[in-house]
């Protein structure tokens, strides 16, 4: 076997940054919104003073909300039951779309991916937020469906959230990785071109489209992407590891032996690492010039947190 796809290791973190700030904004803007939004119609100065101190009391109410809803999400990734808990109790005193939207990141850390896929999925269909709030909330749970090992699930969350957000590049690289772990190879390679026309300098989406072209059986395509990632980012350790299959797949034993040993030596802690140190231990006690046959690619799923 020449290597371990590198789909798996390119599943990005759940919950992000961004989106989770969007999510905190809209809770925020939720308790700002309750203020008057003009003058009362007398204009005295009692009135203007008064609608001055409700707008006050509105901008303390937001701040509060966005820090409980920052310490929420820091408890569940930390420490997902008492994040949990956290998110049940906030929920009963009000805390709304972002105290469920903290359970379900806690139920993700529990691995609870299937509840937490639902969850998000209802966040998303009740939502009223702006249409990149609600993408986000669709582009996670098809993340959580596809550490479910769902990827037919993941890849409708995922289409849900290119619908709102057709110009983002990484939920077209997180679907194209649903449909690599369904086995549509053609498909994952479709979207990870698309990513590419909107984002040409992402050396990681070339790296997945060289081994998505891999198994496809484009071998000089897939060799020209691991090149360009390399061009692009020479530390890439995703595109090291797909060019030394390409190169072994090709007979290049020590083309191959160079571009994972740059990993073990350089990036050991990396998760392409492990298949890199297998591959060589493989070729070390297979006879010189024996040609790897690629293993299927739909039998990787997505790594379990």
């Known amino acids: 076997m020449p290597g371990v796809p590198i789909f798996?290791?390119?599943?990005?973190?759940?919950?992000?940054?961004?989106t989770a700030a969007a999510i905190a904004v809209a809770a925020a803007s939720a308790a700002w919104a309750q203020a008057p939004a003009h003058a009362p119609a007398d204009s005295t100065v009692e009135g203007v003073a008064a609608t001055k101190a409700a707008r006050e009391r509105a901008k303390k109410v937001a701040a509060e909300r966005a820090k409980r809803?920052?310490?929420?999400?820091?408890?569940?990734?930390?420490?997902?039951?008492?994040?949990?808990?956290?998110?049940?109790?906030?929920?009963?005193?009000?805390?709304?779309?972002?105290a469920d939207h903290c359970a379900a990141v806690a139920l993700i850390g529990l691995e609870q991916y299937s509840e937490a896929a639902n969850r998000l999925e209802r966040l998303a269909q009740d939502s009223l937020a702006e249409p990149e709030v609600k993408a986000g909330l669709w582009?996670?749970?098809?993340?959580?469906?596809?550490?479910?090992?769902?990827?037919?699930?993941?890849i409708r969350a995922f289409t849900s959230a290119i619908g709102l957000m057709p110009g983002a590049p990484d939920m077209l690289i997180d679907r194209a990785q649903a449909w690599a772990a369904k086995g549509d190879y053609s498909a994952a390679e479709a979207d990870l071109s698309a990513a590419l026309n909107l984002a040409p300098s992402r050396d990681d989406v070339y790296a997945l489209r060289?081994?998505?072209r891999r198994y496809l059986d484009r071998t000089e395509d897939a060799l020209a992407d691991a090149n360009t990632a390399?061009?692009?980012?020479?530390?890439?350790?995703?595109?090291?590891?797909?060019?030394?299959?390409?190169?072994?797949?090709?007979?290049?034993?020590?083309?191959?032996?160079?571009?994972w040993m740059k990993i073990l030596n350089a990036m050991p802690d990396t998760a392409a690492a492990g298949p890199a140190r297998q591959n060589i231990e493989t070729m070390d006690v297979k006879p010189e010039g024996a040609a790897p046959a690629p293993a299927p690619m739909g039998s990787d799923a997505p790594p379990r947190r």
């Not at 582009?139 to 993941?154: C, H, K, S, V």
């Open 210 to 212: 060289a081994s998505a």
């Open 69 to 98: 809803y920052g310490e929420c999400m820091a408890t569940a990734r930390r420490r997902p039951q008492d994040g949990f808990e956290d998110a049940i109790a906030w929920r009963a005193e009000g805390g709304g779309t972002a």
């Open 8 to 18: 798996a290791a390119a599943v990005r973190r759940l919950m992000g940054a961004a």
């Open 230 to 259: 390399l061009e692009l980012n020479p530390g890439n350790p995703e595109a090291l590891l797909e060019r030394g299959i390409l190169r072994r797949m090709k007979g290049d034993d020590a083309g191959a032996r160079t571009d």
């Open 139 to 154: 582009d996670q749970a098809g993340q959580a469906w596809l550490l479910d090992e769902r990827p037919e699930n993941a």
